[in-house]
């Protein structure tokens, strides 16, 4: 009698919570509603990184979890993003962003001496491969891995949302010069096309991307910044509230 091939329950868990760039159905409109508080409430348009990560995580029922390597500060379940926030006067028609992405010191990570006199291959080729041992690093915890970016305009009235997975890069597939500023810059051999700057001053580490055609935009009205004496009415605050102590001496 023939083995027959046992049944097995099959689980993916290294499925994402939602495909790349198709956000949850509500995610624009809760995204909408933070920005409308956001201006209402601060009276400025001001969104920088750290609570881009929360309001993010907020709106896809994520952790927010702020990390110091920057790659996973945002998580639910097997996924991590990174999150990060770019303005543009017109965000709906900007084509590719640059992502400040941390601080690669060949310096301090290999002891290198660096200065423009140095081979540009070889001093990019150790920029990536501390880019990639800190991918490595994150990708042994998650199994899904992105960075989550918002372009956002000027009043924050009109912001772009999009996604990528969180790469690796192979140094044999770009090649890298020293250009008039002292900056050393890689190109991807293939397309000739810029994706990298690298400041040996500060050692910031500059990634360009595409910005998906399966991105969100997203407009917003505008709201009346909230008065202040109201809010606090509302609160119903008065003196007691406040404590004071006079220091001597």
């Not at 941390?102 to 200065?115: A, E, H, K, L």
């Not at 500060?202 to 009205?221: A, H, W």
Request: charged share 30%.
């Amino acid at each position: 009698m023939a083995m027959k091939s046992p049944k097995l329950r099959t689980v993916d868990k290294s499925l994402p919570p939602f495909s790349l760039n198709k956000f949850p159905s509500d995610f624009p409109y809760k995204l909408g509603k933070e920005l409308v508080y956001l201006l209402a409430s601060k009276g400025k348009p001001i969104l920088e990184g750290p609570e881009w990560e929360a309001i993010f995580a907020h709106c896809i029922g994520a952790d927010w979890k702020p990390s110091n390597v920057g790659l996973d500060d945002v998580v639910l379940g097997n996924t991590a993003w990174g999150a990060k926030t770019v303005k543009h006067k017109k965000p709906s028609s900007q084509k590719k962003v640059r992502l400040i992405s941390g601080r690669n010191s060949p310096v301090y990570s290999y002891g290198d001496t660096i200065d423009t006199n140095a081979d540009p291959n070889k001093v990019g080729e150790s920029i990536l491969e501390i880019w990639n041992e800190r991918v490595s690093a994150v990708r042994e915890k998650f199994q899904n891995l992105r960075t989550v970016v918002l372009v956002k305009s000027d009043d924050l009235t009109e912001v772009v949302v999009f996604e990528f997975d969180t790469i690796r890069y192979d140094p044999e597939l770009f090649v890298w010069e020293w250009n008039k500023n002292g900056n050393l810059v890689g190109y991807e051999k293939s397309k000739k096309e810029h994706r990298f700057t690298w400041q040996p001053h500060g050692s910031q580490f500059t990634i360009i991307e595409n910005i998906s055609n399966k991105s969100l935009v997203i407009r917003v009205k505008k709201p009346d910044a909230l008065d202040k004496e109201d809010v606090l009415r509302t609160l119903g605050f008065d003196k007691s509230w406040v404590s004071v102590e006079h220091k001597e001496g």
